[in-house]
Each structure stands twice: as C-alpha cells, then as structure tokens.
C-alpha cells in the first residue's frame, strides 16, 4: 500500500465551481502537510502549508486537514481557467525527517 | 517566489554519453534535493544534501552521482547515459524551520526534461 493515495483524475469543471481534491495517508507520523501547484512543463510551486489537523484558508484555497481519518483536502472557491493544472498533495513527518511523500497529483481543468 | 534554476530546460542525448544536470539557488538554503517525476507517478527522490559535502541516496535508486562543493550549487551527473534514464528531473531546495515547522517547506526548480536515445 502506498503512504499516500490520490486520484489522478482529470478532473473537469466549468470556470466558478468550487473545487475539491482530496489526499488520503496511511502514516499515523505524518504531521505536516502541503499542496502544490504544478502547470505543465514547470517544477510544483508551493500553495498551501498545514500543521497537524485544521483548517487554513489562503485567499480562494482553503486546506483541510483531519488526522483522525488520515485525510486531507484542497478546495478552490471560484475556479478559474488559470487554476488548471496538476494539484500534489505532500506530507512529512518533521523532526528530523527529510522526506516529503508525494501523491500522484490530480489534473484540473477549469473551461470558460 | 523562490529563485531555483536548473539547466539545461531540456536535453535530448545519446546513449552512453555523459550529463551534468545544474541546479542552483540564491537563497542560501542549506538543504537540496533531486526528485525524478515521470508521467502520472509520483515524485521519487533520488539524492539530497544537508549542506556542503554531505550528500546522500534517497528511496530510489538512481545510477547518478551527485556533489555539494558550494551551498548554492547541487549538480546531479550521469555517467552513461541509457534510454531508462528519460524521465524530468527536478531539483528542489528548503530552509529547516520555514513556515514555522521543523519539516522543511520544499521549493523546486522549473525542471530538466532529459530523453536519451
């Protein structure tokens, strides 16, 4: 079983949806948790951090988090045309850890 | 924004030849990596560094070589190029402790495209 599973689509939605890709783990250890952003032919940019379980909202981004389920989630309010492209989800232990375990990344295509 | 470079962007060679890949950063991050990403799989990492003349192996298994003479600078090298080896190359570079956590906040470079014939 690998550490961390998500669906890597496509995913298609029309412009102004709101968006969810979710991330689920199976390591009780990881604490730490990121989304990144990757357009095509382009290295991933960082887009959301979280810590532990919660919620944190960045603009139209909003990261969930629920350790007890071994789940996260990535929502997009409003999407747009500009936010296609392959979403990674990420996580890490922390102290002392220098690997981040990446899923698969989901492929977003927002249509006008 | 992070400030990451790696060259060449992309680099079509034949079998048996020699490749450095370059990655640099200019943020004065002590630790860097070298993930391979090919098509709808995950990202692997295959080499890091904790700072100047520490380098390791990552999860995957890789016949490149890697070196770390200066902070900012982290070339990966193969010695003989196969066909097995076409994949992007991705380079990545973090601070311990950014974003107030003690796992590291990862920033990458835009990649290398490598296809060897």
């Known amino acids: 079983q690998k550490e961390v599973e998500q669906d890597p689509g496509p995913l298609s939605v029309p412009e102004g949806a709101i968006v969810s890709l979710n991330c689920t783990y199976s390591n009780s250890a990881f604490q730490y948790f990121m989304w990144y952003r990757q357009y095509s032919r382009k290295g991933p940019e960082l887009l959301m951090y979280t810590y532990s379980s919660g919620n944190k909202e960045d603009g139209r981004f909003t990261a969930q988090v629920d350790k007890s389920s071994k789940y996260i989630s990535l929502f997009i309010r409003d999407s747009q045309p500009s936010d296609s492209a392959t979403y990674l989800c990420?996580?890490?232990?922390?102290?002392?850890?220098?690997?981040?375990?990446f899923g698969k990344g989901t492929s977003l295509l927002v249509t006008p | 924004e992070a400030d990451i470079y790696q060259t060449p962007r992309y680099l079509v060679i034949g079998t048996g030849k020699k490749i450095t890949l370059e990655c640099s950063q200019t943020m004065g991050h002590d630790k860097m990596y070298w993930y391979q990403q090919d098509p709808g799989m995950e990202l692997h990492l295959i080499h890091y560094s904790y700072g100047v003349n520490s380098t390791e192996k990552g999860d995957l298994s890789s016949e490149s070589t890697v070196s770390r003479i200066r902070t900012e600078h982290f070339p990966l090298t193969l010695e003989s190029a196969r066909p097995s080896h076409t994949s992007q190359y991705l380079c990545?570079?973090?601070?311990?402790?950014?974003?107030?956590?003690?796992?590291?906040?990862?920033?990458f470079g835009p990649g290398t495209r490598l296809t060897v014939l």
């Open positions: 990545a570079s973090s601070e311990t402790g950014l974003a107030g956590g003690p796992t590291d906040t990862q920033y």
């Open positions: 990420a996580m890490g232990e922390g102290i002392g850890g220098y690997a981040l375990n």
